[in-house]
């Protein structure tokens, strides 16, 4: 029969539980190996790093410092931020010798010759990258100040005075409050990769009056340039749910969702966009109704939004340091995000004003309509302006049935070019405006003045990088109308330190469809964000809803939002919007 010996017991003396550490048992043979961390990002199937550079060698017995070290590959470039949890710590199982390391010393204690090209070459370069060399975290900017050769001047241009660039965060176009509820979010990437394609629209009716287009601003030069002069005029910009035709289509069931051309081409063009916008999304049975907040993106002009250092608002004070001095100028810049809006909206408008005949001839051309928001106490003339209320099918198959009515706009008529009542030489005119090449947020624009004339394809091609999506926006309203010509007009500052005078340098005309494929502008794509955020409200109950644009990043998110959510704002709206826009 087997013996069977009972294996000895540790007994705790101290009376907790496990083994006491007065009393550790030999067996134990790793109680005075340290312990290495680790996190998911450690790479643990690499048992020998020969690439590791970095040089952990301590002149004494003892756990190597890591607090200094920059871990993370060739040449320590992982940033400190960026540092793995536990990396770095493999080092305290190495064993360094004291004997070895104190006894040696360096024979040759002559200077190397220096490199060819500078001595900062490589710490320009490495900067940039945030490097380690050159005066620890600083010499990512201080290495790339170029001292000679190549490498500095490549070193400074990534990194090079980031620290005085205003990379703070936009606010929301409208203040998202903690009750609504978050539906859905899509990225921009996917909106690109939507396409419907749509057969041409049937034209319900037309509102409004029409002047013909000066043909003379066609033959602008920058030497015989022409002030923009300050015209009189009141155009509505009326949002959907207000717009008492769209409510007469909509109670005879024409269509189920109704926008305008200027909330649809934001939309269709969203993927382009940066700065943030809202749009809001009313749904009353079966119908979808597109509105647009008063005083909102919608009613002003973005300038340089794509470019690569768009123009900046001052940085509001901090309210959570009530302490903190801020330096706010007596006299606000002109060459601010906001300021340099409003100034674009002004041009727009008043362009489109002057550049029209009102005394006959050629006479005015008077639609199937008067205006629907002229009312009969209004004594201010009109301006140039007509409505077309056109509907889009957006069925995919036979069977279904959803159409979207649109109300769009064209400003004039060309003279000759046939019956505008039939839709027959329709223009749509706009204004690009240069403010200070010098300043913050031109966009490496040239001087229109010295190059519109002999390089124009170089003006042209700048403003279609820095206002992509303003220009996709026009593009894509000026076909949603119908138009058969843009007028883009070219206005500058008088003088670049003066934002109230204005010359017009020249005039450029363009067909809304051939400029649509320079701007690499996909009208199948627009429709297909369209339709896409119909079905996603189609599918919710009947309410408010909010698509808002993420400030900061390029996401769309749809809110749920109550019945009651704007209604002060649009109360006040619509005691503004009866007096009228005036310009």
Known sequence: MASFSLPPIQDNPDGGWGPSSSNLPEQFKFKDIPYAPYSKSDKLGRFADWNDSSDNRQPTIGLPQTQNTRGGGPGGRRRDGAQAFGSGTASAFAYFHVEDESSFSLVDNKTAPPRRGGGFTRGGRGG??????????????????????????????????????????????????????????????????????????????????????????????????????????????????????????????????????????????????????????????????????????????????????????????????????????????????????????????????????????????DLANPNPFYGPDETDPLASCGYRYRVFDMGVTEDEDIKICVRTEVDAYSPGQGNPRAGQGLVTIRALNEFDTRSQGAGGAPDWRAKLDSQRGAVVATEMKNNSCKLAKWTVQSVLAGADLLKIGYISRANPRDNTRHVILTTASMRPTEFAGQLNVSLANGWGIVRTVTDMCMKMPEGKYVLVKDPNKPVIRLYAVPSSAFTGEDEDGEAFEEEGVEI
């Not at 109670?251 to 649809?264: P, Q």
């Not at 809202?278 to 079966?286: M, P, Y």
């Not at 300038?303 to 302490?323: F, K, L, R």
């Open 128 to 365: 940039a990258r945030g490097g380690s060399s050159y005066n620890n975290n600083r010499g990512g900017q201080r290495g790339g100040r170029g001292f000679s050769g190549r490498g500095g001047q490549r070193g400074g241009r990534r990194g090079w005075r980031d620290w005085e660039k205003n990379n703070r965060a936009r606010e929301s176009s409208v203040v998202i409050s903690p009750t609504w509820s978050m539906l859905e979010e899509i990225e921009f990437h996917r909106l690109a990769k939507l396409r419907l394609d749509v057969d041409d629209p049937v034209d319900l009716n037309s509102y409004g009056r029409l002047f013909a287009y000066d043909k003379s601003y066609d033959r602008i030069t920058t030497k015989t340039e022409r002030p923009l002069q300050l015209v009189d005029r009141i155009k509505y910009n009326t949002t959907t749910s207000d717009d008492p035709v769209i409510q007469e289509l909509a109670a005879k069931g024409a269509a189920t969702v109704y926008a305008t051309d200027v909330i649809l081409s934001v939309l269709m063009c969203a993927p382009r966009s940066v700065y943030p916008w809202d749009i809001v999304i009313v749904r009353e049975g079966n119908n979808l109704f597109f509105d647009k907040r008063d005083g909102g993106p919608f009613d002003t002009v973005t300038v340089n939004e794509n470019a690569a250092d768009p123009p900046q608002d001052p940085t509001p004070p901090n309210p959570n340091n009530p302490t903190e001095k801020v330096t706010v100028p007596e006299v606000p810049s002109i060459n601010s995000a906001t300021s340099l809006s409003l100034e674009a909206t002004y041009i727009n408008q008043n362009f489109g004003f002057q550049s029209v005949v009102e005394n006959p001839p050629p006479a005015p051309v």
